[in-house]
């Protein structure tokens, strides 16, 4: 498979090929953005124009991912001058065990055995999902969930922390895989890759109501280290982790890919692009596919310096970020009138 990552030393930007515990630098690129742009207008495939443009010089992955490197990772997508222009995105409820959690937030009586008549709307969102988010190729299917996260100021790299911001409730981890995607001249939007990515959210507030979700998803998030160009993303296992103290607190075994999704990928898809505006040439999408399971599911709450660490098979390295919870006080924004 062939995985990307992109660095940064100082004002210079580099992007690189993994190469066992190497990384192979690029000529001439000097992000995946400009790489897929090149790929696109060139119609030339992503493999073979890096491969055309791999240099001699490489670097030491263990020190580059280790922070003992005058090289930093970056996300593994971004877009490298107009942040504004990368939209990062989401669809949720497409995993059973995310399901359940969910509705177990929502329930109105969450002890009593669920009926048709007494579902949470987010099961029968769910439900919806599994007899209609996998049609057949080129059909249409129901749509899923969608929501907002930001646009591209809010990704942080591997080893970035994530911030729970003063005016939140909370902030728990969400271990996805995203995908990336850049808008063509023509107008068609063109998967560069997948990514491991940590879906940061605020699931306190989200508890509170479940009309409270779009809001619960405005917070930074993680993506990378590497982006990994053609995985078969059927069934991938993997595990997220929680450390406080240096000491593991909570763990779990999870998994994504197709097979684990009651819609299909090509279905989250077209409901992500079918909006005109979703094609705008020359924007970049950052799009989670929705988790498995995560910590706060079973009742941990983060505290400031725990690390979470998510991790997928054939995705690389695993992606760490450190939780920073903003202690300020909430202020009040206020309004300036022109009149």
Excluded at 163 to 172: C, M, N, S
Aim: glycine share 10%.
């Amino acid at each position: 498979m062939l995985r990307l990552i992109q660095l940064r030393n100082g004002n210079i930007r580099k992007i690189g090929v993994i190469d066992d515990q190497r990384i192979k630098l690029l000529s001439e690129f000097a992000s995946i953005y400009e790489l897929a742009r090149a790929a696109i207008d060139s119609g030339v495939k992503l493999s073979a124009l890096t491969e055309r443009h791999c240099a001699d010089e490489s670097l030491d992955y263990d020190e580059v991912y280790g922070g003992q490197s005058e090289w930093r990772i970056l996300p593994a997508a971004d877009h490298p001058e107009e942040p504004s222009r990368c939209l990062v995105t989401g669809t949720g409820l497409t995993h059973m065990a995310s399901a359940r959690n969910r509705d177990a937030m929502h329930a109105k009586n969450p002890d009593q055995p669920a009926q048709v008549e007494t579902l949470s709307d987010s099961m029968k969102m769910f439900r919806w999902g599994v007899e209609g988010g996998r049609p057949a190729q080129g059909k249409i299917g129901v749509a899923p969930e969608w929501f907002y996260k930001g646009c591209g100021d809010v990704l942080r790299a591997h080893g970035e922390p994530l911030v729970t911001p003063r005016y939140a409730e909370d902030g728990g981890e969400e271990p996805e895989v995203a995908g990336v995607y850049l808008i063509g001249a023509d107008a068609r939007p063109y998967r560069i890759g997948l990514a491991v990515g940590n879906e940061f959210s605020d699931h306190k507030f989200e508890k509170r109501n479940y009309l409270y979700l779009a809001g619960s998803k405005l917070r930074n998030c993680a993506l990378g280290p590497e982006l990994i160009v053609d995985h078969d993303f059927q069934s991938v296992p993997g595990e997220v982790v929680i450390e406080r103290d240096g000491r593991p607190l909570w763990s779990k075994e999870i998994k994504t890919g197709e097979a684990e999704m009651c819609h299909s990928l090509s279905n989250i898809e077209h409901h992500h692009f079918k909006f005109e505006w979703h094609r705008r040439p020359g924007d970049l999408h950052v799009h989670f596919f929705g988790a498995d399971a995560f910590s706060f599911g079973a009742g941990v709450q983060l505290s400031d310096g725990d690390v979470m660490t998510v991790s997928f098979e054939g995705f690389g390295r695993p992606l760490r970020n450190p939780v920073k919870i903003d202690q300020a006080t909430d202020e009040f924004v206020a309004v300036t009138r022109l009149d």
